[in-house]
């Protein structure tokens, strides 16, 4: 059985998606921080922003958080700082393969790059050969 939407319609179980807001003031400082590596685009998406590195698709601002793509290279910095993934549904068990960067990694450029660098790695090696 479905729930009903307050207009009487019917919505699909187990696909209530999260707002992924970002505010301007947040991906700007997110962008100025990346400087350092250079060619760092950003997209809207689904009302969050998807960040690219020369076509790379290698983060995403959700309400106010950075999440970077991770893979068996580079996911034990962020368990190791006890960071969350990605999880767009709020009512699905799944995940995607980008966590959350810590507080004292965003606020330092240098620091944030190198992170930036490894999920860019992890996409480039997750990326379907051509």
């Known amino acids: ?18 707002s992924l807001k970002a505010t301007e003031a947040f991906r700007s400082f997110v962008l100025d921080q990346l400087e350092e590596i250079g060619d760092v685009t950003s ?6 922003v998807g960040l690219y590195h020369r076509g790379v ?8 958080v950075l999440y970077l793509k991770v893979d068996e290279g580079n996911r034990s910095d962020y368990t190791r700082a006890g960071m969350k993934p990605f999880k767009p549904y709020r009512d699905r068990p799944g995940t995607m393969q980008y966590y959350a960067v810590p507080l004292a990694v965003l606020e330092s450029a240098m ?9 860019v790695a992890a996409a480039e090696r997750g990326a379907p050969r051509r």
């Not at 059985?1 to 999260?18: E, Q, Y």
């Not at 997209?43 to 969050?48: I, L």
């Not at 698709?57 to 106010?64: K, N, P, S, T, V």
């Not at 620091?111 to 999920?119: P, S, V």
């Open 1 to 18: 059985m479905r729930k009903s939407d307050d207009k009487g319609g019917k919505r699909p179980r187990g696909r209530t998606l999260r």
């Open 43 to 48: 997209r809207s998406m689904f009302g969050g």
């Open 57 to 64: 698709f290698f983060g995403i601002i959700a309400r106010d």
């Open 111 to 119: 620091d944030l790059t190198t992170w930036a660098r490894k999920a």
